[in-house]
């Protein structure tokens, strides 16, 4: 097939010439796709081959085709030609040099072919050397590109690894963007729901001062109701006390009432005996009364008597009377019989009439006798009457008197009183017998009456029967003598009254002895009662203040109740306060406990928000440190008040500050009025001009908030650092302020030495002890001075700065000061501050015209952990850079202008070169650049204040500074090194 190719198929009808071309192209070709050399060696083989066994017939060939005359391809479409078609013969001779032809280009073809195969065996050998040694640098290759590949494989995993890394660095950058937006968002409703909190807390303190001075109010209500039970008390136990005094003089005196009672108990005794009298009295008494009982019973029964014979007589009489009624009816009959007679008798009778007359006369005259009789009787009866009526009237006046007693007795001695009444009633019931037996006389008297007209009746009606009258004048003498046997029983019951009355006299003298021993015991008594009477007054005095005591205990009990119910209610309304105050305290704590809650969330959102700022910043910190950034900070100073009473375009500030996204407290613009040609200049004729930096305060940043910025690289002094850190801006603008401060507001410098202290002892816990000792220098017209030097330096000696490959500066002559407090550096800082060169210049009253170095070295060592390292911390306060021709200095001014000005390009230059990666940092081109040299390298930490005034009046100078720091913010000095061993 390669023939074919080389030679192809169909051999063309072409010149002979063609054919040794094309066999020189062909092998060409073979020889190039091959090996380039192997032509190289074909031509000499080519040229050898004619030389060979069959080299005539090659030879021939070879003269054929050089003449051009034959080629393989014309031999092979060499077509025999003749005279005719059938022209055999001639053909046959055209065919004898055509074989051999053919035949010398069959050979050279042959040895064309060995030689090729020769030379291809050659070449294969060769090449299979070659490829021998191309496998084996193959081999070597690929061992390589195994090695390369893994090495790639490695790289690529540590790119992948890298990237991963760098893939996780930006998620987590992303995520710490993110949790910082998320912060922010976080921070801004934090902000705003410390707000409302805030006004929520005010509310509540509000509502809780309201309920705090309630409660106030309850309490002093309450302490004032404790103060007013506590004086009830303190009455109450007044009152006790005087009630507890009151009752030892009531027990006092029950002990004199029962010595009294005593007397009284042997009055007692004599009032006893006193009864005994009486009841002997009494006793005498009953006698009387049983025989006043017999004599009445004696006296009823002759009534009784009297009474039966009365009514015997009187039955006799109705008898009679009956009888008399029937011998009425039969006299009556007779009557009627004797009318007739009557007639007959009326002489008679008339006569009889006049006998009845007379009779009547007589009847008349002993009626006259009877009534004399009677009155006789009466005037017997008044007599005894009287007599009775005297002696119940003595009785009567006795029972008076007696009664008196009784009732003077039964004032002192109420029962034996009651005896005397009962024999009082009982004299009374005998003076009621009597009257009584009176009534029964009168009675008898009235029947002896009725009886005596029944009898003039009798007499009236039997006028005529004289007989019977006499007979019945008989009875009525009869019934005369029983009277007067009746008044003889009178008589004797007159005489048993009177025997009576005698011993009732001598019962009476008895009772009137009794009543005068009575009368002597009650006069005892009554000097008894005299006796007690005075303590009885003294008691009743004392029961009268006791009740009036009681009255007022009683009294001061009702107030004491009525403060007691007072002090219920207010008890109640106490513990309803309580009750209140509770639920109210309830509140309260809920409120608290909330308001601690929101405190809790706020402070964990605030330590949130500084954790994530201190996050944000060592990021920051780190990405600047990866970076190697130099660090600028911007920093406005106030208007002065001189600015401010300038004229009012003077008076505008001249800055305002970016409010959008991340460049948020970083980017600010400039406005300037100044540069009319300017292409930045707006419409309204201001030239604005953009700057972004690390960071931009404004106006009203504190020293403090500036700091908290700074105290991540003043911690790094601390681990090992150097550190740099420089005020830059012109004169005026605040740099001093800013490093140095005053009392009130501390620059970083005390700031920063305050927090190596505290970190310092904080890291004292961890083994690490530290050796802080400070210099103070100044840089004044491109020489260094010692703030802190007691002397002046000796003659033709000056301060050399010499560092080390460790990057340790030491600087000749210059005073370093141990310092362990604050208090020695404060005292160290006014003395250098005393020493430093100021002057007034046309930017500022009291311009620093030198660079002030406040240098920290530090020294660690950490002997557990067998570590030291080596900190410093440069604190400069750079000279102001404004230009010449605004601080129109002259004299030593422009000299000091001047060097200041060299120093500060000086700087700028070194901080471009480092940028640069100038092989040559020209740190000697100025005595500042030369002593910070350790801390402007590519191993340190730097941080530039660019400060700046807010005037239209400082704005060119502004621009300068803030050109000068955007240049110096773009630079990157390298990344930092820790300087530990
Ligand atoms: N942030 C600030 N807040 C309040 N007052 C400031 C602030 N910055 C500067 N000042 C005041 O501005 C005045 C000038 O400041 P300062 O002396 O610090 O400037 P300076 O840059 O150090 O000047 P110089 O380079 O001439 O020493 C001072 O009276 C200072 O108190």
């Keep these: 097939m390669e023939q074919n190719k080389m030679y192809g198929s169909r051999i063309p009808r072409a010149p002979k010439r063609a054919l040794k071309t094309l066999t020189e192209n062909d092998v060409k070709a073979k020889a190039n796709e091959e090996n380039v050399e192997s032509i190289a060696v074909k031509k000499p083989r080519l040229e050898e081959s004619k030389k060979g066994s069959h080299g005539g017939e090659e030879a021939e060939w070879l ?221 005498q008494k009953d006698a009387l009364n049983e025989t006043l009982e017999a004599m009445k019973e004696r006296h009823g029964k002759a009534i009784e ?209 009794a009543v005068s021993e009575l009368q002597k015991a009650k006069e005892e008594i009554n000097r008894y009662h005299e006796i007690t009477g005075q303590s009885a007054e003294n008691m009743e005095k004392l029961m009268e203040k006791s009740k009036s005591l009681e009255d007022q205990n009683a009294t001061q009990n009702e107030v004491l109740e009525a403060i007691k119910a007072q002090y219920e209610m207010v008890k109640q309304k106490l513990s309803l306060y309580e009750v209140q105050n509770g639920s109210v305290q309830e509140q309260y704590q809920s409120v608290m406990k909330q308001l601690d809650m929101k405190d809790q969330l706020l402070r964990e959102a605030e330590q949130k928000i500084h954790d994530g700022e201190t996050l944000r910043k060592q990021l920051h910190n780190q990405i600047l440190e990866l970076k190697g950034n130099i660090r600028v900070f911007c920093r406005t100073r106030p208007l002065s008040e001189e600015e401010v009473n300038q004229e009012l375009s003077q008076s505008i500030p001249t800055i305002s500050y970016t409010t959008q996204g991340e460049k948020t407290g970083k980017g600010l613009q400039l406005h300037l009025t100044t540069n009319p040609k300017s292409k930045k200049r707006s419409s309204n004729g201001e030239t604005h001009y953009n700057f972004d930096f690390d960071r931009s305060f404004q106006e009203n940043a504190s020293q403090e908030e500036v700091f908290e910025e700074i105290s991540q690289l003043v911690q790094s002094a601390l681990d090992g650092y150097k550190v740099c850190i420089f005020a830059y801006g012109q004169t005026g603008s605040g740099k001093t302020h800013t490093m140095i401060g005053n009392s009130e507001a501390p620059g970083m410098i005390p700031r920063s030495l305050e927090q190596i202290f505290t970190s310092g002892e904080k890291m004292k816990e961890q083994g690490w002890q530290y050796s802080i000792s400070v210099s103070m220098m100044e840089i004044y017209n491109e ?78 060592t950490n002997e557990a952990l067998g570590q030291s390292v080596n900190g410093v911390l440069n604190l400069v306060d750079l000279a102001g850079s404004e230009r010449l021709s605004k601080s129109q200095a002259t004299g030593d001014r422009l000299k000091e202008t001047q060097s200041i000005n060299k120093s500060l390009s000086a700087l700028g230059d070194v901080i471009m070169a480092i940028n640069n990666g100038d092989s040559h940092i020209p740190y000697r081109n100025s005595k500042l650049t030369w002593l910070l040299q350790p801390c402007l390298g590519n191993q340190s930490k730097a941080l530039m204040f660019v400060n700046v005034a807010p005037s239209q009046g400082s704005a060119q100078e502004t621009l300068c500074s803030l050109r000068f720091a955007s240049k110096v913010n773009a630079c990157e000095i390298g990344t930092a090194k820790r300087f530990v061993s």
């Design 63 to 283: 003269e054929m085709c050089d003449k051009g005359n034959m080629t393989i391809d014309g031999l092979l479409g060499l077509k025999m030609t003749g005279k005719g078609k059938w022209d055999h013969k001639g053909r046959c001779e055209q065919m004898m040099p055509y074989i051999r032809q053919l035949r010398a280009c069959t050979r050279y073809l042959r040895s064309c072919v060995g030689k090729a195969d020769g030379v291809k065996e050659a070449m294969v050998a060769e090449h299979e050397k070659e490829i021998s040694e191309r496998e084996a640098e193959l081999e070597k290759l690929s061992e390589k590109v195994t090695e390369l590949g893994e090495q790639f494989a490695e790289s690529k995993e540590s790119v992948s690894e890298m990237k991963e890394r760098n893939a996780e660095l930006r998620k987590e950058m992303e995520h710490k963007h993110e949790v910082e937006m998320g912060h922010k968002v976080e921070i801004s409703t934090l902000t705003n729901d410390l707000a409302h909190q805030k006004k929520v807390v005010g509310e509540k303190t509000e509502e809780i001062a309201k309920i705090q001075d309630n409660y106030v109010k309850s309490q002093e209500y309450a302490q004032n109701l404790q103060d007013f039970v506590k004086k009830l008390k303190e009455d109450t136990q007044k009152m006790n006390d005087s009630l507890l005094k009151i009752q030892e003089e009531k027990s006092e005196l029950v002990s004199d009432l029962n010595l009294s009672k005593g007397n009284a108990a042997q009055l007692e005794e004599r009032l006893q005996d006193s009864k005994g009298l009486v009841e002997q009295l009494q006793k």
């Design 783 to 860: 020489e260094y001075k010692d703030l802190l030097g007691k002397k002046k330096l000796p003659a033709g000696k000056q301060h050399t700065v010499k560092h080390d490959q460790q990057g340790k500066t030491s600087i000749t002559y210059m005073t370093d000061v141990k310092v362990t407090s604050m208090d020695k550096v404060n005292s160290l800082l006014n003395k250098a501050m005393s020493v430093r060169s100021v002057a007034s210049t046309q930017c500022n009253e009291h311009s620093s015209r030198s660079h002030f170095v406040f240098r920290l070295n530090i020294e660690g």
């Design 305 to 513: 008597e009297m009474t039966s014979t009365l009514k015997a007589n009187e039955a006799e009489a109705k008898e009679r009377l009956d009888a008399l009624k029937g011998e009425k009816k039969l006299k009556e009959e007779e009557l009627a019989r004797m009318e007739g007679k009557h007639k007959e008798v009326c002489e008679t009778l008339e006569k009889c009439e006049m006998d009845l007359k007379e009779n009547v006369e007589s009847l008349k005259e002993s009626e006259s006798k009877c009534e004399g009789l009677q009155t006789t009787i009466k005037e017997m009866e008044a007599q005894h009457q009287q007599e009775l009526q005297a002696k119940v009237d003595q009785a009567q006046a006795d029972k008076e008197c007696f009664e008196k007693e009784k009732a003077a007795l039964e004032t002192s001695i109420e029962q034996k009183v009651s005896d005397l009444a009962e024999t009082a009633s009982k004299l009374s019931e005998t003076s009621a017998l009597l009257e009584s037996t009176k009534a029964e006389l009168q009675q008898v008297t009235s029947q002896f009456e009725s009886t005596k007209a029944d009898l003039s009746a009798k007499t009236a009606e039997y006028g005529n029967a004289m007989t019977e009258l006499k007979g019945v004048t008989s009875k009525l003498s009869e019934t005369s003598a029983l009277l007067e046997s009746n008044q003889s029983e009178l008589q004797e019951v007159t005489n048993q009254f009177e025997s009576t009355r005698t011993d009732l006299r001598s019962k009476t003298t008895e009772c009137e002895n």
